[in-house]
């Protein structure tokens, strides 16, 4: 395992309602990288991240973050999370919003104007969330995430039901923070958005089918698109 890991899992087995959800899924991070968990809906990508952040009673595996264990006190300020369906208070504003999660995490004030500047929403810091587009919304529940720099960073589809344009200033946003040394883990159902990731994990059925590049992804199964590279891979693998 090289030092700096940031996520490290080995032989990880979920079972839910006597399902096997996730199958001897193993990989390691290393520190600072833009990974894709792709995957259509119920491949597991959800309970992977669970595991991770461990609210997910897990069958048997290691799962170890930043060198301690999954869902370690420890941790709780290391690791950013926004769930598939973000918790922000419509009827407060994007200040709001953000003081009241960086009271609940402890954070100092200051890092709210940092963390509303990180995503680009200064502008929009008086306004009512209720009254924002949901691309605005995204940004402000990544904001929720930033507080506190925390090291890893754990987006579940975070693009999901924008538009082409957001979903590529979201994209951007996910580069320049990985950029300045933060990992992040960032899953979508989209195979287009591999085309944004520094390396991918491919989930179907709860195991993995290959971990690569984008770029080798599309070499590998000598397909221009990744929705074909996807099914290629499947058809390949059966
Ligand atoms: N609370 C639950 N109890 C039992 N099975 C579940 C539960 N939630 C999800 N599952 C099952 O686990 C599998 C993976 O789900 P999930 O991790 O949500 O996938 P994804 O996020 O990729 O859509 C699916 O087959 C789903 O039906
Ligand atoms: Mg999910």
């Not at 395992?1 to 199958?23: C, D, K, Q, W």
């Not at 995957?39 to 048997?60: E, N």
């Not at 990731?197 to 199964?221: K, N, S, V």
């Amino acid at each position: 395992m090289p030092e700096s890991a940031a996520i490290r899992v080995e032989s990880l087995n979920v079972v839910r309602s006597e399902t096997a959800v996730l199958r001897d899924v193993s990989f390691v991070v290393p520190a600072g990288q833009l990974l894709g968990l792709l995957g259509p809906s119920g491949s597991g990508k959800t309970t992977l991240m669970r595991a991770l952040l461990g609210l997910q009673i897990v069958a048997s595996g290691d799962t170890e973050i930043l060198g301690d264990r999954a869902g370690a006190v420890a941790l709780r300020n290391r690791v950013g999370y926004v769930s598939q369906s973000p918790a922000v208070y419509g009827d407060l504003t994007v200040m709001e919003n953000l003081r009241y999660f960086a009271s609940i995490l402890d954070v100092a004030r200051d890092d709210v104007d940092r963390v509303l500047a990180d995503v680009d929403l200064e502008r929009y810091a008086r306004s009512l969330v209720s009254r924002l587009s949901g691309g605005e919304r995204a940004r402000v529940s990544l904001a929720i995430a930033l507080l506190g720099a925390p090291e890893l960073l754990i987006l579940d589809e975070p693009t999901v039901g924008l538009d082409p344009v957001l979903r590529r200033d979201l994209w951007t946003l996910f580069a320049r923070q990985a950029s300045a040394g933060t990992t992040l883990l960032v899953s979508s159902h989209v195979m287009d958005e591999a085309a944004r990731c520094e390396r991918l994990l491919l989930l179907r059925e709860g195991q993995i089918l290959a971990d690569l590049t984008p770029a080798e992804l599309l070499e590998r199964t000598r397909t221009s698109s990744y929705d074909a590279a996807f099914v290629a891979l499947i058809e390949g693998s059966t």
